[in-house]
């Protein structure tokens, strides 16, 4: 199975814009709906994208998803101290090697 | 509000099972609409689907840990398992489980706090 490509880091200070790409396959996002996840240190992965861009009830507005062929974002607008945390992108894929959910490598966001 | 729980040994000896089981609060496994996931994360790394279960049994695998893994449930407690055979140093990581919806098995919405398993003698 393949694993969705992720830059390790990305930073910005309070108010900016972060973007964090999810770069995969046809096998995966270029067929298949992309999710994102939030994990704040020391706590489980949280839902806060499904869909390509839907939001949960109670994810703010500031956070926003997108795809494109085989390669997805996740935008965080208004940074805030809060928004500190490590984000993976994961989809379903359908090689051939074998079905089954890929994750991102992980983006930890810093704000500076 | 659906809740999760893992539970089980922290520790385990190399080429033993890893057994720990999840409990579910808030909701019916027997409901179905919802698959049952583990979901693993070695210390300091990214996240790794292990496989779901439907309340009916039916289950699907992570090719890259099939041969090694099992995951059952009983509806009468509401809990659902998972074994992995053989383990190694390789299998340390944090265990979670979580829900999973019918049809977009990587659309996880609510999770365990997970469970640490170490291999080790």
């Known amino acids: 199975q393949s694993v969705l490509t992720q830059p390790p880091s990305a930073s910005g200070t309070p108010g900016q814009r972060v973007t964090i790409s999810c770069s995969g396959s046809s096998s995966n996002i270029g067929s298949n709906y992309v999710y994102w996840y939030q994990q704040l240190p020391g706590t489980a992965p949280k839902l806060l994208i499904y869909r390509n861009n839907q939001r949960p009830s109670g994810v703010p507005d500031r956070f926003s998803g997108s795809k494109s062929g085989t390669s997805a974002s996740l935008a965080i607008s208004g940074l805030r101290s809060e928004d500190e945390a490590d984000y993976y992108c994961a989809a379903w894929d359908d090689s051939l090697s074998g079905r089954g959910a890929v994750f991102g490598t992980g983006t930890k966001v810093t704000v500076l | 509000q659906v809740q999760l729980q893992e539970s089980g040994p922290g520790l385990v000896k190399p080429s033993q099972t890893l057994s720990l089981t999840c409990t579910v609060s808030?909701?019916?496994?027997?409901?179905?609409?919802?698959?049952w996931s583990w979901i693993r994360q070695h210390p300091g790394k990214g996240l790794e689907w292990i496989g779901y279960?439907?309340?009916?049994?039916?289950?699907y695998y992570n090719p890259s840990l099939k041969s090694r893994v099992t995951i059952s449930v009983d509806t009468s407690k509401n809990q659902f398992s998972l074994k992995l055979s053989s383990v190694t140093a390789a299998d340390t990581a944090v265990y979670y489980c979580?829900?999973?919806?019918?049809?977009?098995?990587?659309?996880?919405?609510?999770w365990g706090q997970g469970t640490l398993v170490t291999v080790s003698s």
């Open positions: 979580a829900r999973g919806w019918s049809g977009s098995y990587v659309h996880l919405d609510y």
């Open positions: 808030g909701g019916s496994i027997s409901s179905g609409g919802y698959y």
């Open positions: 279960i439907y309340y009916s049994g039916s289950t």
